[in-house]
Each structure stands twice: as C-alpha cells, then as structure tokens.
C-alpha cells in the first residue's frame, strides 16, 4: 500500500510540474514577444523620420550652408549662415505602429515624416514674341 501511495504521489508531482513547464514556455514566448515589440518601438523611435518630427517640434530647420573645423590643423572650411525657417518646408506625419499580438503591450505609436518643397512655379516674363 505505501508503494501505492508514493508511486501516486511521484505521478502528482510529476503533472504538476510538466503543467509549470507549461505555463512558464507560455511566459517565455510572451516575453519574447514583448521584447520584439520594444525593439521595434525603440528602432521606430531612433529612425531619420522620427529624429525630423521631434526636431521640427523644436523649432529646428533645414541648415542652407555648411562649414567644417579641421580639429588637427584648426582650418574652418566653408562659410555657415544662419538657417531661417522656409515656409515651404513641412513635416508630413503618419501613425503608424507595429502589429502585435494582442496580449503583448503596444508601444506608443510613432511618426512617419516626409520634407515636402513644392516646386517652384516660373512667374511669367513679359517676353517680345
């Protein structure tokens, strides 16, 4: 009978485990899920287009002109003017997230920008055809 009882008692011990086993693959894959959605976030987060949005909402522009300091020599290359603000330019955004499955936290969504100058129109010239 003591047989009985602990060969029933291995077996009991032996389910609960396989369904902890169970239970801790489904978190693994969850958290694994979970990651890739953060780094997904995190790469959206570090791209050109959100790098512009973020700087657009600073007041940063466009630079016109350039220079370069020579930090061996100290020579200045090139003249930099001040960038001033063209009202042509504008920061174009789209939300857009990541698709995840439902029982992993969305990360906030992120934007999608494109700088848009409209070509330039000729204004007509009073010509001597």
Do not use: C, W
Not at 17 to 46: K, N
Not at 82 to 98: E, F, H, I, L
């Amino acid at each position: 009978m003591a047989g009985l009882v602990g060969l029933l008692l291995l077996n009991t011990t032996l389910g609960q485990g396989a369904f902890t086993m169970a239970d801790l693959r489904t978190q693994s894959t969850l958290l694994a899920d979970r990651q890739e959605a953060m780094t997904q976030g995190l790469d959206q987060q570090r791209s050109t287009s959100a790098l512009a949005t973020r700087a657009y909402a600073m007041g940063m522009v466009p630079a016109s002109s350039t220079a370069f300091i020579h930090l061996s020599t100290g020579k200045i290359t090139g003249v930099a003017k001040p960038a001033k603000r063209d009202p042509s330019y504008r920061v174009v955004a789209t939300s857009t997230g990541p698709i995840i499955p439902s029982a992993v936290p969305k990360p906030p969504a992120t934007q999608i920008i494109t700088l848009v100058k409209p070509p330039k129109t000729e204004t007509p010239t009073d010509g001597d055809d």
